[in-house]
């Protein structure tokens, strides 16, 4: 079974719009990570939250973590087309080397 | 910057066959990984590296050979491609500190007739 999983398969939302895409894991974790994949890229990181940590932004993406329910988000505010990939929440690696990928949230930005 | 090659792009075989994707960093990144991913089920690991020489297998390494001769190149082997199997099959390296944060390639797609 997944450590870590999307709670969506896909999302649409149209250009200007907010979008939340969660996260649940079933370990306990040094930190969650967040990427972004492009049609045709490999995966690209976006944020890495660390399990002291509550939130944690990056330009219009704001990612929280929530270690007592094992659950995480990642908002996207203003969303543009170019917002447009499948994200997909992360655990492990670091020292643990071996990063587990949940099965990824499609999201789709329209104009 | 630096950046992951992965050779080839597409790679067409044909069933019981033997094939081999390449993949090359220039980062100079201690770790190294190869992932399979298919249409709705994420990114899988099959094998990763450490350090030179060494393998360690992942979730998906059955019917999977690798091969970690330096530090900047990680082979992956299917011994025996499946018909009808389609998948991307993405290279990624890493600095081995607590980060943790790993840089993919574009990917290779098998196609197995």
């Known amino acids: 079974s997944q450590l870590a999983e999307e709670n969506s398969w896909a999302l649409s939302v149209h250009e200007g719009e907010s979008v939340t895409v969660n996260c649940s894991y079933k370990t306990s974790i040094t930190a969650l990570q967040w990427y972004r994949q492009k049609s045709g890229k490999g995966p690209a990181q976006l944020i890495l939250?660390?399990?002291?940590?509550r939130e944690k932004r990056n330009g219009r993406l704001r990612a929280t973590l929530d270690t007592s329910s094992q659950s995480s988000s990642l908002s996207i505010t203003a969303t543009r087309c170019e917002d447009t990939a499948v994200y997909f929440c992360a655990t492990g690696g670091g020292s643990n080397a071996k990063l587990t990928f949940g099965k990824g949230t499609k999201l789709s930005v329209k104009s | 910057g630096g950046i992951i090659t992965q050779t080839p792009k597409f790679l067409i075989g044909q069933e019981g066959q033997k094939l081999t994707l390449k993949c090359q960093q220039n980062f100079n990144h201690d770790t190294m990984y190869w992932y399979r991913q298919d249409s709705g089920k994420g990114l899988r690991l099959i094998y990763y590296s450490i350090t030179e020489n060494d393998l360690q297998k992942g979730d998906l390494s059955e019917g999977y050979d690798a091969s970690r001769e330096k530090k900047s190149s990680f082979s992956l082997t299917v011994t025996s491609a499946q018909k009808n199997e389609m998948a991307v099959f993405l290279c990624?390296?890493?600095?081995?500190?607590?980060?943790?944060?790993?840089?993919f390639g574009e990917g290779s797609k098998l196609t197995v007739l």
């Open positions: 990624a390296s890493s600095i081995r500190d607590n980060t943790g944060q790993l840089y």
């Open positions: 939250i660390r399990s002291n940590e």
